[in-house]
T-cell receptor
Framework: NAGVMQNPRHLVRRRGQEARLRCSPMKGHSHVYWYRQLPEEGLKFMVYLQKENIIDESGMPKERFSAEFPKEGPSILRIQQVVRGDSAAYFC???????????????FGPGTRLTVL | KNQVEQSPQSLIILEGKNCTLQCNYTVSPFSNLRWYKQDTGRGPVSLTIMTFSENTKSNGRYTATLDADTKQSSLHITASQLSDSASYICVVTGTSGTYKYIFGTGTRLKVLA
């Protein structure tokens, strides 16, 4: 039973380019979450998605960032016109339900480390 | 201000020794508190979960305690092993948006042979 998959594991982009980060949730999970971890900081919530729906994007920067979770295929976190401050580790998590209660724990992927030159 | 504070920031112990990591939080109202282990270059892995009504939860050599009145939690590791070297992260959820994990910055533990 594969866990949460993320790719690429490492991504290097020059300023102004686009970055696309992919996340495949655990089998049977339809709830996906994206977090960002800046150096020496804790993970910060960005967005919560269900299939074809954005449930909560309160942690997403207002510009350049977008996320989707289509009916078929992985969830995508897209960063347009990247800047140096976007350099961070981006983690995806999935859960069977969206309650966050009890055993409805989020399982995390290995992360994508984005470096902006 | 960070709603989840952890101490110490880093800790070095010898293999076989015990250690205790601390977590203070201000998230209110409070729903759950989780401890995660994060190996370098990997994603966090859940160790324990406690609701406000639980005082203690064990998972092998890991024992977490919770005092919801003082908003404090601890993670005790007994008979440490080299593989325990990792960051240990305290994660709290409030009752509003219980899926929105609030992470501490973690305690970086190094176990030496």
């Amino acid at each position: 039973n594969a866990g949460v998959m993320q790719n690429p594991r490492h991504l290097v982009r020059r300023r102004g380019q686009e970055a696309r980060l992919r996340c495949s949730p655990m089998k049977g999970h339809s709830h996906v979450y994206w977090y960002r971890q800046l150096p020496e900081e804790g993970l910060k919530f960005m967005v919560y998605l269900q299939k074809e729906n954005i449930i909560d994007e309160s942690g997403m920067p207002k510009e350049r960032f977008s996320a989707e979770f289509p009916k078929e295929g992985p969830s995508i976190l897209r960063i347009q016109q990247v800047v140096r401050g976007d350099s961070a580790a981006y983690f995806c998590a999935s859960s069977p339900l969206g309650t966050g209660l009890g055993t409805d724990t989020q399982y995390f992927g290995p992360g994508t480390r984005l470096t902006v030159l | 201000k960070n709603q989840v504070e952890q101490s110490p920031q880093s800790l070095i112990i010898l293999e076989g020794k015990n250690c205790t990591l601390q977590c203070n939080y201000t998230v209110s109202p409070f729903s759950n508190l989780r401890w995660y282990k994060q190996d370098t270059g990997r994603g966090p892995v859940s160790l324990t979960i406690m609701t406000f009504s639980e005082n203690t939860k064990s998972n092998g050599r890991y024992t977490a305690t919770l005092d919801a009145d003082t908003k404090q939690s601890s993670l005790h590791i007994t008979a440490s092993q080299l593989s325990d070297s990792a960051s240990y992260i305290c994660v709290v959820t409030g009752t509003s948006g219980t899926y929105k994990y609030i992470f501490g910055t973690g305690t970086r533990l190094k176990v030496l042979a």
